[in-house]
């Protein structure tokens, strides 16, 4: 098969985790014999390589602002896969995307949709961008030959909403523990001994409840803060201004550093306000992390029992939490273990990467409309 993956930043990835999610799966479509391309903003490209693990890039510009990036670069690469009929099946990543499923319509080529919930509600999204979204998830459930949605909450919605069975499909998660941990050494942290948060510093993401949170609890652990953003100046300014001397924002954080925090936090902090399944904390569960994890029905429908919940977007309760687990080992040693049995058994690159491909292949020997049937049906 030919597929084609748009919507994300690109590869490698250095960013988040679509971007991660188009690696791991596209190469390992490659190994099964696949050509996959992958399209990479041209500001986010770290590498003039032609290829990465098997898959080819294709850079291509975008309008480098917070509503326009994503929807510009898509645009541009549906051109460019009309004009030179790159691949058979196109997978885009991201509800937003579904605004450009009408220019596949009098081609042959298949699109698959990944979206993970009722987007519009997050808060970083303005009143104009949260119309176009809602109008996406109308095209998204009419036009997509397919859609992967990776939780259980959300395809109910879907389902309930808009009348479309989504295909569940997670994230995966990497199992490998790294052997050795110089980056914790560079930055003067021990072993066990501070707390971690990985995401973008954007209102969803909820760094500021977190920060909240922590500045109520009496410990000498750090907070750890992996990620940063292009967006919103003011928030993190906020954010920073906020946090006491214990916080350490560290910005981005790839590769094996960020393998290294994960693994030796004491404990993982998951304050967002708005998920789907992230795969920041698919990770955390497969490295065995004892997760603090907000209570949205995403995310707890993702871990189960391997994590402690707090009241929804509540600081204080929160706080109680994070005192909970550094006044109890076994607690904490406790959730660890349950975090990684789960990931152990759900969370399998090599399964997810074959669910792709079976999905794939289902949907080059329907026509679109046998898919329009079966989703208004």
């Not at 924002?249 to 550093?257: K, N, S």
């Not at 304050?271 to 209570?295: E, F, H, K, W």
Request: glycine residues 6%.
């Amino acid at each position: 098969m030919r597929i084609a993956v748009a919507g994300v930043r690109g590869v490698p990835a250095n960013f988040g985790g679509s971007e991660t999610a188009a690696e791991e799966i596209g190469r390992r479509l490659v190994e099964r014999g696949h050509e996959v391309t992958v399209y990479c903003r041209a500001h986010n490209s770290r590498t003039n390589s032609a290829m990465y693990a098997g898959m080819r890039r294709v850079v291509l510009p975008s309008i480098n602002t917070f509503n326009f990036d994503t929807i510009s670069h898509s645009f541009l690469a549906s051109l460019h896969l009309l004009a030179t009929n790159t691949a058979d099946v196109v997978h885009f990543h991201g509800m937003g995307n579904a605004l450009l499923l009408p220019l596949f319509w009098f081609s042959r080529k298949r699109t698959v949709v990944t979206i993970d919930g009722p987007d519009w509600e997050r808060p970083k999204w303005g009143r104009v961008a949260k119309m176009a979204l809602r109008l996406s998830a109308r095209l998204a459930a009419r036009w997509a030959d397919a859609l992967i949605i990776d939780n259980h909450p959300a395809i109910a919605y879907f389902r309930r909403n808009f009348g479309v069975e989504g295909v569940y499909i997670p994230y995966g998660a990497d199992p490998t523990l790294p052997t050795a941990s110089p980056y914790l050494d560079e930055l003067g942290l021990q072993r066990r001994r501070y707390l971690l948060f990985v995401g973008a510093l954007v209102p969803d993401k909820g760094p500021d409840l977190l920060v909240d949170a922590y500045r109520r609890v009496e410990t000498d652990m750090p907070l750890v803060v992996v990620g940063d953003s292009p967006f919103f100046p003011r928030f993190r300014q906020e954010l920073r201004a906020r946090a006491d001397a214990r916080v350490r924002f560290l910005g981005y954080v790839y590769g094996d550093r960020y393998r290294q925090l994960l693994a030796n936090a004491y404990a993982y902090m998951h304050p967002l306000r708005s998920d789907g399944t992230s795969p920041a904390l698919l990770q955390a569960l497969a490295y065995g992390s004892c997760i603090v994890i907000n209570s949205l029905p995403e995310a707890l429908a993702a871990v189960g029992d391997a994590a402690l919940p707090y009241r929804l977007n509540d600081p204080e309760d929160l706080a109680r939490q994070i005192r909970r687990v550094i006044d109890d080992p076994e607690l904490a040693d406790e959730l660890r273990r349950r975090a990684r049995d789960k990931a152990l058994r759900e969370y399998n690159w090599d399964t997810i990467a074959a669910q792709h491909e079976e999905l794939y292949a289902a949907v080059l020997q329907s026509s679109r409309r046998d898919a329009m049937a079966r989703q208004s049906g």
